[in-house]
C-alpha cells in the first residue's frame, strides 16, 4: 500500500490561486499515475486531474481545463495541482489517488491508494 499525503489547502478569494502537492511513500512512484478527485459539501466525490506515468499524458476535468495543470515530479515523489483562476465552485476537500503501474483514469474505482485529503475554500 502507498502512503499519499496532500498539502496546500487554504481559503482564498475568488479568481486567486492555490497549489496542492501530494508525496507518496515508496521508491515506485515514477510507475503510478497520479490522480486529483475532489469532494464538496453534499456532493459526490468528483474527478479533477489525472497525470499517467509511462508518458505524462494528462487530461483535465471540463470544469477545470484551462484552469487546473497536475505535474509531477518524479525525484521528489509528488504530484502537483496547480490551480489558478479559482471560482466558489471550486469548494471542496481534494483528494489525491495513486494508480500503481495502470493506466489510471477518470473513475475513482480506477485508483489503488488515496490519501485523507486537503480543503480549499473559495470565497466570492
Known amino acids: 500500500q502507498v502512503q499519499l499525503v496532500e498539502s496546500g489547502g487554504g481559503l482564498v478569494q475568488a479568481g486567486g490561486s492555490l497549489r496542492l502537492s501530494c508525496t507518496a511513500s515508496?521508491?515506485?512512484?515514477?510507475?503510478?499515475?497520479m490522480g486529483w478527485f475532489r469532494q464538496a459539501p453534499g456532493k459526490e466525490r468528483e474527478f479533477v486531474s489525472f497525470?499517467?506515468?509511462?508518458?505524462?499524458?494528462?487530461y483535465h476535468a471540463d470544469s477545470v481545463r484551462g484552469r487546473f495543470t497536475i505535474s509531477r515530479n518524479n525525484d521528489k515523489g509528488t504530484v502537483y495541482l496547480q490551480m489558478n483562476s479559482l471560482k466558489p465552485e471550486d469548494t471542496a476537500i481534494y483528494f489525491c489517488?495513486?494508480?500503481?503501474?495502470?493506466?489510471?483514469?477518470?473513475?475513482?474505482?480506477?485508483?489503488?491508494?488515496w490519501g485523507q485529503g486537503t480543503q480549499v475554500a473559495v470565497s466570492s
Open positions: 489517488a495513486a494508480d500503481r503501474y495502470g493506466p489510471g483514469g477518470t473513475n475513482d474505482r480506477d485508483y489503488d491508494d
Open positions: 497525470i499517467r506515468w509511462t508518458d505524462g499524458h494528462t
Open positions: 515508496g521508491r515506485a512512484f515514477s510507475r503510478y499515475t
